[in-house]
């Protein structure tokens, strides 16, 4: 969960911060997404008053969360199996 120390979260974020050959442009943009879905998470949990409209904002402040994490592990996943196959045909 966004806001707490995980070894989940803190792995996503250590990945994009590495200086690898992932491009600039996509890291950015990869940490751009998380930190906004982490931002509308925490304002959706802070702002909750447990009405209809405040649980759905907060699923899908949920949801959103989960996919652009989801996104940036894949990315990352396939970058560090890429790199792998790179080095063994080398």
Request: charged share 30%.
């Amino acid at each position: 969960m966004p806001g707490q120390k995980g070894r989940h979260g803190e792995l996503t974020a250590r990945l994009l911060l590495f200086p690898g050959r992932m491009d600039t442009t996509t890291r950015e943009a990869l940490a751009r997404r998380l930190g906004r879905a982490e931002l509308e998470l925490q304002r959706a949990q802070r702002e909750s008053d447990g009405s209809p409209a405040a649980r759905t904002r907060l699923e899908a402040a949920r949801s959103e969360y989960r996919a652009a994490e989801h996104h940036a592990q894949q990315v990352l996943g396939a970058r560090v199996a890429l790199e792998v196959v790179e080095h063994l045909s080398a």
